[in-house]
C-alpha cells in the first residue's frame, strides 16, 4: 500500500529557528506538492514540482521559505526564520503526471 | 482563473438520512474533479474523481458524485450517512494540462445520532 510520508509528524520551535519538513512521495510519482492548512486560509499551495524540477512556487513567502527536491525520494520545505505565524499543518502531496493528487498525514508546526 | 465554491460550510444531518455536499467551480473548458475527505488530525484521502467518460462517478464508503458540465457542479451525495461520515470533505478542481488543484473551502458534515 504506497503511501506519502512526512516527517516530522509534529513540530514544536520557538520563533527565529529553523524549521525542516520532509516528504517521500510515492515511489514512481513525478509531481510533488507543498500545501499549507490553517483554519484562517484553509489550503493553500505553496510550491509545487515536476520531475524535480520547481513548476511553481509563488504561493510561498519567498524571503523565509524555500523547497526543494535533492533527489526523487525526497522533497523538503524550510522555514528560516520561523515566525507564530507559520503556525499550521503542512501537507505534502505526490501525483503521477497531472492526475490524482496523493496526501501525506501532514506535519503539525507550532512557532512559540 | 478557476474558482471552487461549496457553499455550505457546515452540514449537520442525521444518521441514516441521505445528504448532498454542492460543489461548483466557474471555469469548464476542461477540467477534472476531485472530492477528498480528511478526518481529524489527518491528512485528505480520496473520496472518487471525475477524469473523463460516465458523468456518475462512483467511490468508496458509498459516496458518489455527478459532474454536470453545463451548472459546472460536482456535488457529492451518499443515500444514508454513518457516524462515522462526520469529516470536512473538500471539493477540488485541475484544469486539463496543468497540475494544480484549486480546493473550496470545505464543508464539515456533522453526522447526529
Known amino acids: 500500500d504506497a503511501r506519502v510520508t512526512q516527517t516530522p509528524r509534529d513540530k514544536v520551535t520557538e520563533m527565529g529557528q529553523e524549521v525542516t519538513m520532509r516528504c517521500q512521495p510515492i515511489l514512481g510519482h513525478n509531481t510533488v506538492f507543498w500545501y499549507r492548512q490553517t483554519m484562517m486560509q484553509g489550503l493553500e499551495l505553496l510550491a509545487y514540482f515536476r520531475n524535480r524540477a520547481p513548476l511553481d512556487d509563488s504561493g510561498m513567502p519567498k524571503d523565509r521559505f524555500s523547497a526543494e527536491m535533492p533527489d526523487a525520494t525526497l522533497a523538503t520545505l524550510k522555514i528560516q526564520p520561523s515566525e507564530p505565524r507559520d503556525s499550521a499543518v503542512y501537507f505534502c502531496?505526490?501525483?503521477?503526471?497531472?492526475?490524482?493528487?496523493?496526501f501525506g498525514p501532514g506535519t503539525r508546526l507550532l512557532v512559540l | 482563473a478557476q474558482s471552487v465554491t461549496q457553499l455550505d460550510s457546515q452540514v449537520p444531518v442525521f444518521e441514516e438520512a441521505p445528504v448532498e455536499l454542492r460543489c461548483n467551480y466557474s471555469?469548464?473548458?476542461?477540467?477534472?474533479l476531485f472530492w477528498y475527505v480528511q478526518y481529524p488530525n489527518q491528512g485528505l484521502q480520496l473520496l472518487l474523481k471525475?477524469?473523463?467518460?460516465?458523468?456518475l462517478v462512483k467511490g468508496i464508503n458509498g459516496f458518489e458524485a455527478e459532474f454536470n458540465k453545463s451548472q459546472t457542479s460536482f456535488h457529492l451525495r451518499k443515500p444514508s450517512v454513518h457516524i462515522s461520515d462526520t469529516a470536512e470533505y473538500f471539493c477540488a478542481v485541475s484544469d486539463r494540462g496543468t497540475y494544480k488543484y484549486i480546493f473550496g473551502t470545505g464543508t464539515r458534515l456533522k453526522v447526529l445520532a
Open positions: 471555469s469548464s473548458v476542461s477540467v477534472y
Open positions: 502531496a505526490s501525483a503521477r503526471g497531472e492526475e490524482t493528487q496523493y
Open positions: 471525475y477524469l473523463s467518460g460516465s458523468t
